[in-house]
């Protein structure tokens, strides 16, 4: 069964940082391309930033270019997400999620919760 557990988030002032940690369980997660959204409330989900599987290409959405790394740690099965010079509007719901490639199908974790503000 394949499991993500974000954790990490939490109440931070503009300026701040955080660093979000996605725990995954139940699949090949070294051999994975793992990927995080996020959803601010009454939007919908935005693609944040991705960390492709065998040589490791990331890529972020120019809304977090240059403030938020991507990063994974495949002997520990874990994907994080370093954000610097945190901005109210970052403020969302964050999810991991991956992607079989075989079935298609879309796993994501529950979320952790980010909240910037003064």
């Known amino acids: 069964e394949v499991q993500l557990v974000e954790s990490g988030g939490g109440l931070v002032q503009p300026g701040g940082s955080l660093r979000l940690s996605c725990a995954a369980a139940?699949?090949?997660?070294?051999?994975?391309?793992m990927t995080w959204v996020r959803q601010a409330p009454g939007k919908g989900l935005e693609w944040v930033s991705r960390f492709s599987s065998g040589v490791g290409f990331t890529s972020d959405a120019d809304s977090v270019k240059g403030r938020f790394t991507i990063s994974r740690d495949n002997a520990k099965n874990t994907l994080y997400l370093q954000m610097n010079s945190l901005k109210p509007e970052d403020t969302a719901v964050y999810h991991c999620?991956?992607?079989?490639?075989?079935?298609?199908?879309?796993?994501w974790g529950q979320g952790t919760q980010v909240t910037v503000s003064s």
């Open positions: 999620g991956t992607r079989n490639t075989t079935s298609g199908y879309e796993y």
């Open positions: 139940g699949f090949t997660f070294s051999n994975s391309a």
